[in-house]
């Protein structure tokens, strides 16, 4: 079972920013996707999402599209943005509430779900509060219980520990560990590649709208001729070559 991406373009206005991408995503694996801002990560992350239709190629999780069943597709992904989106007239409960909903899961079964989380991000007191009241790293925990609590075996997450202090991303780091060997795909834009060097199964590295490299780190070592360097010396190498390539000289 896997998320499959096939011969993918995406992109706005017709114009493509992702041109030809092909990856799999084993369920039960942790990928990371890097590569610089404007490289095409959030567009990738949106059309997977369905929030931005392909313009060409599929995207399918275990062998279905979002175009031949969109219920059953939605059902499997669960998304947790770079900034977190709440509902400001809604409280953390009902934010809950509405995320069973959405899911087709009991209220009561997300709740029991979410008790153990909202004690771990310390959110137990405040499940009557407004998003008004609460901190930006906050918010960003309320994003992740909605996340977690929900069956769906795709887990998408744009740039994750912005906003949360260290001993939350130990714990949503743990986390994430858990959810892959239960047996969820999961796909995370990060700047960090620190934590992604010792979380991730694979990577994919995007730059100019294309996948250049993809796979463990000694297969990229591989594939980009550098057989020694650490993650983010590639990272910082294939970075430099594109600016140097977008100015049309040196850096």
């Given amino acids: 079972m896997t998320l499959k991406v096939t011969n993918l373009y995406s992109g706005y206005r017709q114009v493509p920013v992702l041109k030809d991408i092909n990856f799999e995503i084993k369920f039960g694996e942790i990928v990371g996707l890097i590569g610089l801002n404007g490289a095409g990560k959030s567009t990738l992350l949106k059309t997977i999402l369905g929030l931005l239709k392909a313009q060409k190629g599929e995207v399918s999780i275990d062998g279905t599209t979002i ?9 499997q992904l669960a998304y947790i943005p770079e900034t977190p989106i709440l509902y400001e007239a809604l409280t953390l409960k009902e934010h809950l509430e509405m995320t069973a909903l959405g899911y087709g899961i009991s209220t009561e079964v997300v709740m029991e779900r979410a008790e153990p989380l909202l004690k771990l991000f310390r959110l137990d007191k405040h499940l009557s509060w407004f998003p008004a009241h609460f901190s930006k790293g ?8 909605c996340a977690l609590v929900t069956d769906a075996k795709v887990l998408i997450i744009d740039e994750p520990f912005l906003g949360l202090d260290p001993l ?8 994430l560990k858990e959810r892959a ?3 969820s795909a999961i796909l995370f834009t990060t700047h960090v590649l620190s934590i992604a060097e010792t979380l991730c199964d694979h990577y994919l590295m995007l730059q ?5 490299a993809s796979g463990d780190l000694p297969s990229m070592q591989m594939q980009l001729n550098k057989p020694d360097a650490s993650l983010d010396e590639l990272y910082v190498m294939i970075a430099e070559e594109g600016l140097a390539s977008e100015v049309g000289g040196e850096v």
């Avoid at 906050?138 to 219980?145: A, P, Y």
């Fill in 67 to 75: 175009q031949a069943n969109h219920s059953q597709y939605a059902q």
């Fill in 138 to 145: 906050m918010k960003q925990k309320v994003m992740v219980i």
């Fill in 168 to 175: 939350a991303i130990k714990h949503f780091t743990n986390l």
């Fill in 181 to 183: 060997e239960a047996g």
């Fill in 208 to 212: 100019a709208g294309q996948l250049i």
